[in-house]
């Protein structure tokens, strides 16, 4: 029988001393120089990383990050020294962060996605950049083509998987691959209007779950890739088609949806043609969805020093 259970765990104070002597003669005083081995501030690594996690990792309120430290280990601290904590660990973080920016941009895929995200009342826009191994955030004033530019870097090789979002038509199509979740939801909305964008639509949707069911089969095993390769191109001609049709369309918003995506056409298939593409940007939304769900309530900071902290400490 095993029984787990939490120690005690106080916070250590240490405290340094400086020796002084006055002069006997004349009365000055000589203070001793503090020692290096004294840290600076008033709080040391663990107590700033412990700090850091609560807000950052767990989304405490400054508050209730200042509560649980004197509740778990007898630390009394303001929230005003929790925001000095937060900027400080956000200033040592700088640079392992920007490296691991430069690692993201330098894979052969990324998954790039921006959400809305309020600092100060003001609407911002938290910016990530995903791969298998690391993810980048990084929280912007705009939305715009720059900023994707800044996120995504000037890799000339990579793979960059995205939405429809015209922030990003810069991209090569032969570099791109456009979310098939994203065009699901726009051939969904197509389905959902009247006459011929109905039957246009719906037609769409049936090649979109054909899409994903070829790709499930190709990534559990079950297909090789060049049978896939050709299984899938039959599914392309298809789109092409239906595409072609809404073009034409009666309907202006119909026509302007299909329109826009076939200018993007051939960046609808390259996880047909390149391994390790896959067809969705899920990955990107995964990691926006736990930066929202964890979006701190922040009151009182400067806003630049928000963005910084937050997104360095996610």
Request: with cysteine; charged share 25%.
């Amino acid at each position: 029988h095993q029984v787990t259970e939490i120690p005690p765990v106080p916070a250590a104070v240490t405290e340094y001393r400086r020796h002084t002597l006055a002069c006997a003669t004349c009365g000055v005083k000589t203070q001793a120089e503090w020692g290096e081995e004294m840290p600076p501030g008033s709080f040391g690594a663990r107590l700033q990383a412990t700090t850091a996690y609560l807000t950052g990792r767990l989304t405490l309120s400054q508050g209730d990050a200042a509560e649980a430290l004197s509740v778990l280990h007898g630390v009394e601290i303001s929230v005003g020294s929790i925001s000095a904590v937060q900027q400080q660990v956000s200033r040592a973080l700088a640079a392992p962060v920007e490296t691991a920016r430069e690692f993201v941009r330098a894979q052969a895929v990324n998954h790039v996605d921006e959400t809305g995200w309020r600092e100060q009342s003001k609407l911002n826009w938290m910016w990530v950049n995903a791969t298998e191994q690391v993810t980048a955030f990084q929280i912007a004033v705009k939305r715009d083509a720059a900023t994707a530019r800044e996120v995504i870097g000037r890799a000339k090789t990579s793979i960059i998987t995205t939405d429809r979002y015209l922030g990003y038509s810069w991209l090569a199509t032969q570099r791109r691959q456009v979310c098939w979740a994203h065009l699901k939801r726009d051939f969904q909305a197509i389905s959902e209007r009247s006459g011929e964008s109905q039957e246009i639509g719906e037609a769409l949707l049936v090649q979109t779950k054909e899409v994903f069911r070829l790709w499930h089969q190709l990534r559990d095993g079950g297909l090789r890739r060049h049978k896939f390769q050709r299984l899938i191109a039959a599914v392309r001609q298809r789109v092409k088609g239906l595409l072609d049709e809404g073009s034409d369309c009666r309907s202006g918003k119909t026509k302007g949806t299909c329109r826009q995506i076939w200018t993007l056409e051939a960046a609808l298939w390259t996880f047909v043609r390149v391994g390790g593409v896959e067809p969705t940007n899920n990955e990107a939304e995964r990691a926006l969805r736990r930066a929202v769900l964890r979006r701190p309530y922040r009151s009182g900071l400067n806003p630049h020093r928000c963005h910084s902290c937050t997104s360095d400490r996610l």
